[in-house]
T-cell receptor
Framework: GAGVSQTPSNKVTEKGKYVELRCDPI?????LYWYRQSLGQGPEFLIY????????DSGLPNDRFFAVRPEGSVSTLKIQRTERGDSAVYLC???????????FGQGTRLTVV | GQNIDQPTEMTATEGAIVQINCTYQ??????LFWYQQHAGEAPTFLSY????GLEEKGRFSSFLSRSKGYSYLLLKELQMKDSASYLC??????????FGDGTTLTVKP
C-alpha cells in the first residue's frame, strides 16, 4: 500500500479482555516496529521484526504482550488480560532496513476501561 | 539505561529561527533521528545523523556531536504549520530506537 496501515484506529475494551492490533507495512519493507505512546511522551519501543523473526523484543513489558509476523509482511500485536495501564496509542512503523528512516502508521488508540 | 533529554516546550515567532537541543546518554549508538509529530498524527521523518557535523535539508538542519552526546534541530523561516512536537530518537541497536519525550514548538504570528 501507499503507507503503513493500522487497524482498528480505535479500540475500547474491558479490563481482562484479549485484543489484537493489526499492522500492514509498506510493501517491500523488511523491518517492522511496534511502539506505544502515552500522552505527552515519546514513543516507547516494544518489538522489532526483521522479516518473519523478532530481532529484538526487549521492549515488551511482560508476557501478556506478544507479536507475530508469520509471512514477513502483516504483523499482529496481541495483548492478553488487558489492564488499564495498557491504554495508549500503539504505533507501527516499517523501513527498508533496521536503522533507516521509519514510516509510521496512524496508530491504534487502545482504551482499557 | 537510556537517557534522552530535550526541552518540553518552546515558543518562537513566525519567520524566525529556532534551535531544539537534544542530549543523550545511551548504551549504544548507531545514529540519531529527528521526527516531527503534529497533534493526533503519526511521527514523520525529518533527518538521520550518523556522523558528526551539520546536515542541511531545506529549512531544516540537524547537527550531531557524538563525543558530546548532543544534537540539535534548526528550523529556519518558521511557518505556522511548523507548530508540532519534535522528537529526538537514538538508534541504539539495529532496529531499536529510543525516543525522547519530544519538544512542543508553538509558532506565533
Amino acid at each position: 500500500g501507499a503507507g503503513v496501515s493500522q487497524t482498528p484506529s480505535n479500540k475500547v475494551t474491558e479490563k481482562g479482555k484479549y485484543v489484537e492490533l493489526r499492522c500492514d507495512p509498506i510493501s517491500g519493507h523488511t523491518a517492522l516496529y511496534w511502539y506505544r505512546q502515552s500522552l505527552g511522551q515519546g514513543p516507547e519501543f516494544l518489538i522489532y521484526f526483521q522479516g518473519t523473526g523478532a530481532a529484538d523484543d526487549s521492549g515488551l513489558p511482560n508476557d501478556r504482550f506478544f507479536a507475530v509476523r508469520p509471512e514477513g509482511s502483516v504483523s499482529t500485536l496481541k495483548i492478553q488480560r488487558t489492564e488499564r495501564g495498557d491504554s495508549a496509542v500503539y504505533l507501527c512503523a516499517s523501513s527498508f532496513e533496521g536503522n533507516t528512516e521509519a514510516f509510521f502508521g496512524q496508530g491504534t488508540r487502545l482504551t482499557v476501561v | 539505561g537510556q537517557n534522552i533529554d530535550q526541552p518540553t516546550e518552546m515558543t518562537a515567532t513566525e519567520g524566525a529561527i529556532v534551535q531544539i537541543n537534544c542530549t543523550y546518554q545511551t548504551s549504544g549508538f548507531n545514529g540519531l533521528f529527528w521526527y516531527q509529530q503534529h497533534a493526533g498524527e503519526a511521527p514523520t521523518f525529518l533527518s538521520y545523523n550518523v556522523l558528526d557535523g551539520l546536515e542541511e535539508k531545506g529549512r531544516f538542519s540537524s547537527f550531531l556531536s557524538r563525543s558530546k552526546g548532543y544534537s540539535y534541530l534548526l528550523l529556519k523561516e518558521l511557518q505556522m504549520k511548523d507548530s508540532a512536537s519534535y522528537l529526538c530518537a537514538v538508534n541504539t541497536n539495529a532496529g531499536k530506537s529510543t525516543f525522547g519525550d519530544g519538544t512542543t514548538l508553538t509558532v506565533k504570528p
